[in-house]
Nanobody, 121 residues
């Protein structure tokens, strides 16, 4: 069993930056693909970014490409999402997710509780 806990959300002005962290416990993360999803009010949850267990491959949604960077530190069992040039449309609850294997599934097995990101215009 893997437990995921997000942190780092908050209120920021448009154009600003935030770094989200996802700390995992219960398993060593190196064998798990991980990623971030988000859900805005009244909308469905959507994919944001993902990273393989070794960190060698990363993928992003088109809406965040060039602004967000996903990374991981397997020694600390932590995954990060650096968010730059934030826009009001980035406002959402951000969820960390994980599953065993090379690639992150569209329906990962493990989820965090979410952290709120609010971008003011």
């Amino acid at each position: 069993q893997v437990q995921l806990v997000e942190s780092g959300g908050g209120l920021v002005q448009a154009g600003g930056s935030l770094r989200l962290s996802c700390a995992a416990s219960g398993r060593t993360l190196s064998g798990y693909a991980m990623g971030w999803f988000r859900q805005a009010p009244g909308k469905e949850r959507e994919f944001v970014a993902k990273i393989t267990g070794s960190g060698g491959y990363r993928s992003y949604a088109d809406s965040v490409k060039g602004r967000f960077t996903i990374s991981r530190d397997n020694a600390k069992n932590t995954v990060y999402l650096q968010m730059n040039t934030l826009k009001p449309e980035d406002t959402a609850v951000y969820f960390c997710a994980a599953n065993q294997g090379m690639q992150l599934s569209t329906t990962p097995d493990y989820w965090g509780q979410g952290t709120q990101v609010t971008v003011s215009s």
